[in-house]
């Protein structure tokens, strides 16, 4: 069933226009500055957005360099769930140095993330922007289903900021 709205979603994110995409980015980045978890956090770890259906992150992550903030973006080192780190870049110019990988978004190298701690194991994220198929009102996420962010989906507290308000 997963895998069916999993398909449906993407087939209509796929539809929409880029201009749209950013309009609504836009509105959720605005309404994520005013929100007490972004302003206070010192350290963010953000997804980073698809070029295309999702909403995209990489204003939100200037901002938080702007804003003197650590950001810490995953790294996928094999296929199990387990196998996601957070890597810290120190500059939004270092992120946009990176190749980009076969779905279009950058990603640093094996070599460069082998010598840099995993964000995680140093328990200094205090704000995780979890990309997402769909969400529903109670804060369940479908996922990409490769279960990466499994984990956290096994919080008991979360915040969901509409994107479609």
Known sequence: MKAS???DINSKLSCLASSYVEERSAVLRDKLMQVKQFSE???LSSYLSMPQGEIVTYDIIQLAFQQ???VFIPKILGKQSHDMLMFEIPSFAVLNSFDRNRWG???PSREAVSN????TSQGVIDLILVPGVAFDPMCGRLGHGKG???TLDAMQHCSLISHTR
């Open 105 to 107: 978004i950058p990603e």
């Open 5 to 7: 709205l999993r398909k």
């Open 41 to 43: 956090s010192q350290a």
């Open 68 to 70: 003197k903030k650590r």
């Open 116 to 119: 840099s701690p995993d964000g």
């Open 148 to 150: 990466y962010y499994g």
